[in-house]
């Protein structure tokens, strides 16, 4: 071979390049497939029970997208549970901390502060209140 790659080496090397474009586009922060384009809740939502979300404690509410602390009895915070990285959702919560599933971006569930990138934005805070007993996140109807 006279100074040219062979085939092999060059069909490798468009493979991986193609492979690489693939996983650019996945993690675009333009897609918006599977992802909600407004990450809070535009209308009120029943969230459930108040007494669900533990004393000191957080609860995720995947289907409503919002995340609830309970700092004290009859206290609460909620934030949006959508990543502020790429817009994924949040998938868990264990000891007071979010993880999203993409990218590995943790949240303070009882601050909505990014405390593990690549997500550095908070997590925006979501209205609520609790009317009989049950939880309501949203803007005022």
Do not use: W
């Not at 006279?2 to 675009?28: H, I």
């Not at 700092?71 to 934030?79: E, I, L, S, T």
């Not at 303070?108 to 593990?116: K, R, S, Y």
């Amino acid at each position: 071979m006279s100074g040219q790659p062979a085939r092999r080496t060059v069909l490798k090397g468009a493979a991986l390049a193609g492979v690489a474009g693939l996983g650019v586009a996945a993690c675009s922060t333009e897609s918006k497939l599977g992802h909600a384009e407004t990450p809070t809740p535009t209308a009120p939502v029943e969230l459930g029970a108040a007494d669900e979300v533990p004393v000191g404690g957080s609860k995720l509410y995947r289907e409503q997208r919002v995340v609830v602390s309970c700092p004290a009895k009859g206290q609460y915070k909620a934030f949006s549970a959508q990543c502020t990285h790429a817009g994924c959702l949040l998938d868990k919560v264990e000891k007071n901390v979010g993880n999203c599933p993409c990218h590995g971006s943790r949240f303070d569930t009882t601050t909505g502060e990014a405390v593990q990138g690549p997500a550095t934005v908070p997590l925006p805070s979501v209205p609520v209140r609790v009317e009989s007993g049950k939880l309501i996140a949203g803007p005022d109807a």
